[in-house]
């Protein structure tokens, strides 16, 4: 099981990029990497997906190392909207490893 | 396009009551997720079915929760008896793909509070 570690909290001024980066040192072959967004009272919500150098997207980049040892969710141009908690995912698409979304990193946009 | 609903928004019963909760994925989503999230930390799987087929519910506390999935469409979640414990939000996804890390679509939960 393919374990992730990423800060329990950050704080961004508005306009800023906000770079969110995950530890996952045991990733497996056939993992993907995959990035959630919740917001207070609502269900997490799909961001970004990805598994080897760079995902991008309308919403969020996605930086891969070679190593695939830890990711980075980059998110352009922060607004007070973006305040929210993010959670790094691995795990095989079809495989048995667990789905596991920890704890996450909770992101505060000051104004 | 409606997204995952699910019902009640809330619920509050004493311990050793049982509670339902109701889910109806997205049209045309085969795979359905349950979760359950205690507060400041993140979802964990409960069970998923793959149709009306649950082909994952290792997590799923038996002696007491039960799930079904009857038609491959809506789905149910029972605790009984609930207890203290099992005040946590429970949500529901629903993806059109097959397995586990694929893009999930989620509720917006069910806020349970056990007296």
């Known amino acids: 099981l393919a374990k992730t570690t990423q800060p329990i909290s950050m704080d961004s001024y508005e306009g800023q990029e906000v770079n969110i980066t995950c530890s996952h040192n045991n990733i497996a072959t056939n993992d993907y990497i995959t990035w959630y967004q919740q917001f207070p009272s609502q269900g997490p919500r799909f961001i970004i997906q990805?598994?080897?150098t760079k995902v991008t997207n309308e919403v969020a980049s996605l930086f891969i190392p070679a190593d695939r040892k830890s990711s980075t969710l980059s998110l352009p141009r922060v607004s007070l909207s973006d305040t929210a908690v993010y959670y790094c995912?691995?795990?095989?698409?079809?495989?048995?490893?667990?789905?596991?979304f920890g704890t996450g990193t909770r992101l505060t946009v000051i104004p | 396009e409606a997204g995952v609903v699910q019902s009640p928004r809330y619920k509050i019963i004493e311990k050793k009551q049982p509670v339902a909760f109701w889910c109806n994925p997205i049209?045309?989503?085969?795979?359905l997720y349950w979760y359950l999230q205690n507060l400041g930390q993140g979802p964990e799987l409960l069970i998923r079915y793959e149709n009306e087929e649950a082909v994952d519910d290792s997590q799923l506390p038996k002696d007491r929760f039960s799930a079904e999935r009857l038609k491959g469409v809506d789905s149910t979640l029972k605790i009984q008896p609930a207890e203290l414990g099992d005040s946590a939000v429970y949500l529901c996804?629903?993806?059109?793909?097959?397995?586990?890390?694929?893009?999930?679509?989620f509720g917006p939960g069910t806020r349970l509070t056990v007296l």
């Open positions: 990805g598994y080897k």
């Open positions: 049209s045309g989503h085969n795979t």
């Open positions: 995912l691995v795990g095989d698409k079809d495989g048995a490893n667990n789905l596991f």
């Open positions: 996804a629903s993806s059109p793909h097959r397995g586990r890390y694929n893009e999930q679509f």
